[in-house]
């Protein structure tokens, strides 16, 4: 859970980044952006800043804002309804962002686990993304990212987003921000 208070300072630090960074919001937008605590209360630690400019049927389209050695946890879309799971392509617009996904294990890779959550990260396959790079999810592969030190700024595009139907290898995560 997160204060009322840490939320609207989190949305005004991710604000502040994407402006410094020449990335323009609406007011709407920048009210709706999501800090996702996921249920552990360690935002600076394991979170994410998002914003949403589309979500429909068919298409999604966000913008992450990462803090410096953020991690999003480790989780993958499951196939939903007809469609077999969230597509999705990162493409990193500023600082550096470590993917990870299954595959050969790095034999010395960049991230920082929280040794108290090291069992929840079980894919240690390392993409590395600078600038203008991207890489393609394809549905349902269980990933995880983290930011570098300086943090970061992803683009996401994929198909529908369904964020409420995603599956955390680790078991005490809650995928819906609660603001106290």
């Not at 630690?45 to 410096?68: R, S, W």
């Not at 992803?154 to 987003?161: D, G, L």
Request: charged residues 30%; contains cysteine.
């Amino acid at each position: 859970m997160i204060s009322e208070h840490a939320y609207r300072d989190y949305q005004k630090r991710t604000q502040e980044i994407l402006r410094h960074a020449g990335i323009a919001l609406t007011p709407e937008e920048a009210e709706k952006i999501e800090v996702a605590d996921f249920g552990l209360g360690r935002v600076e630690e394991i979170g994410l800043q998002l914003v949403v400019y589309v979500n429909t049927d068919h298409v999604c389209a966000k913008e992450l804002v990462m803090f410096p050695w953020q991690i999003c946890p480790e989780h993958r879309h499951p196939p939903v309804l007809d469609q077999e799971g969230k597509e999705e392509t990162f493409r990193c617009r500023r600082g550096q962002v470590y993917i990870y996904v299954p595959g050969e294990v790095a034999d010395d890779p960049r991230a920082r686990v929280p040794e108290d959550k090291r069992d929840c990260f079980t894919v240690w396959k390392e993409i590395i993304l600078n600038p203008g790079e991207q890489y393609t999810l394809r549905p349902d592969t269980l990933h995880w990212f983290q930011a570098g030190p300086e943090g970061a700024i992803v683009s996401e595009f994929s198909t529908t987003s369904r964020d409420e139907s995603d599956i955390f290898t680790d078991p005490e995560i809650q995928r819906a921000t609660r603001v106290a």
